[in-house]
């Protein structure tokens, strides 16, 4: 197995995603079999939608057992972690932002390498970041965090798959302007998280955000 | 690009789905982004799931960006609604009426230009009519409108795709006919909505309904 | 139509599962169409989920008719069903059992059939028997029951999708042993279900299960 910049960067991003899942698995309070599950579901969900959407043979995450370590790992962690880290919100959303990041360009790419056309690359890229997310909010029984409005996901996503699409046409992309992409995607998530960052409501006659969770 | 029906019924369709994605993406508060996503959730997510079920290439929602203009469109109107009549729970379920009386014809026709067999063109038509409510109900944390038992949803669906498959067997499908059969289907949940037409209960020794949303 | 025994396994298992999603139809007060409906989605989903990842053309819930007996049946027998025996939970969790003792089995074999490896085959296993009822309790708007702490129910489909790759593999795999491995599942699941049998919680740190449906 040859080093692959692009396989790299897709397994660090199933394993931030599965350990947003794992965490939010043991805040739910269910088994560690469900932890690797849900985080599995979390970590590959977005993925397999992606790879079945190109529709270029199985999806990778059942066809090469390497992407079964992330959640494993991820489950084991959080198992392990105190309780005073394991229970805080801003852990899962920083690791949920890192698969965010990660996946918005991996995703892209991958659509590019199969021949998608731009447009189609920046939407499954997108698809792809937030795929898993909602898998793992709407599984535990929660409105899915791309909603809340009080911040921005979507957006950012959007910025890193268009910026993946453009560096790739351009003949640019490696693993440096990949990774740094990836930076700028998740400061832009992070710093909406702390500025409070958002976009408009839906309905322009609505004069307070009623966004509730669950 | 040439004029051709089944295209633009498909689009018609999509901006219905798509208003009462935005619809309920306004009422949940969620922001002018989730509006967009959640109203491309419900218009392209019934005909993403037909195709990849054809599994004959790529959705035409991510490879045809003609697809993306009305979810947009659909966002922007409902962003610019007074507040009353966004409220309105009518104006969601005849949009998603529109919906799902284009798709369960469109779907089916789609299906039987892949050369399904009659069966499952029906089975298709109705999961493409559905699919996007369920989808747009589920990530809205609410219990699928389909589901509703005061009213019927599905059976309009079915009767939608019987026509659509019955008119291209006999060659008889044309725009008319096609939008015909979609004024039927359209007209049958309006006035069920309108007179409590409902379908017996699933289980016989229940007396009353006892239906709970979310 | 020659006698196929993988045939038969999955129609008897998309039975069990149709039964499961018609008793939870019928105790959220759905009516008979959502119970059909319902009970299609328990049955056939995951097989439709394994048919797609598979990528091996339609799944054949769509193309094959016959699949389309058994949530019919389902949902006629529990309509005619006494009140006091289909509100037991029991009952439910009995045919849930039945469906994920059957779907781990033959979702490893179809599979192993379509050339992939064992590791592919053993997730896909699990992924058809787990993703039925993943799409029932998450449309019903509950926390799916895999999750719940309390019992086993990967684990047992883990135990019979690994059965099966592995009798398939050693050219061993048939009616009887293909039975006697759903037999092992199905005990496991309700020795679980009976002497409260657990895997541990996803955190260590967590005292008590804090698990909650719905």
Redesign the interface.
Known sequence: MTFDPALMLDLVGVFFFAVSG?LL??R????????V??GSMVGLGGG?VRD????T???VA??N?VY?APPLLA?VI??????NI?RSSRLLLTFDAGGLALFCITGALKALNAG??P??AL??GVTTA?GGG?LRD???????R??D?KD????PAFVGAGLATALWNLGWFNLVTGTLSAAVVFSLRMLSLRFGW?????????VR????R?
Chains 1, 2, 3 share one sequence.
């Open positions: 794992s698995a043991a739910k309070g269910f088994d560690l079999v469900g932890s599950l849900l397999v079945i959407v190109l529709n043979g199985p999806p059942f066809t057992p079964l489950a959080v198992y392990f972690m105190p309780r394991e998608m056309n447009v189609a939407l499954l937030v909602i709407v599984t535990a029984n929660e409105v899915p791309l909603f409005p921005l996901y979507a957006i958002h976009a408009p409501l839906a309905a322009r006659s609505w955000p009623r966004f509730r669950g």
